[in-house]
């Protein structure tokens, strides 16, 4: 058996992995941490059911898209508190667009 992933799906993968800059681009540094995971969960919703319909598959899955959703969200916290957060790209993707100046960690 040989399976593969579609490029729809490695696509999704590369957007889960960047969503929480997007984030951070649209929201202040006083902005709610709860605020922000909402956002971060609407986001990852949109791309995974963006993803499964553009999936060149046999026919749309709406549970194959509520998966993609969970696995962009688990993928965006995940890079968020291990990749973005300790190299301060939050931090500075806060303050590109007049969210403040970033906090010293």
């Known amino acids: 058996m040989n399976e ?10 590369l957007i889960s992995v960047v969503l929480p800059v997007l984030v951070g681009l649209v929201t202040k540094q006083v ?9 971060l969960l609407a986001l990852s919703t949109l791309n995974g059911f963006l993803v499964e319909y553009a999936n060149p598959g046999p026919g749309y899955d709406f549970g194959t898209a509520v998966i993609l959703t969970l696995v962009a969200f688990a993928v965006g916290a995940l890079s968020h508190f291990g990749l973005w957060k300790p190299t301060g790209v939050s931090g500075k993707a806060q303050a590109a667009l007049g969210g403040g100046t970033p906090r010293s960690v």
């Open 31 to 39: 902005t709610h941490a709860g605020f922000k995971a909402v956002l």
């Open 4 to 13: 593969s992933l579609d490029k729809a799906y490695w696509i999704g993968l």
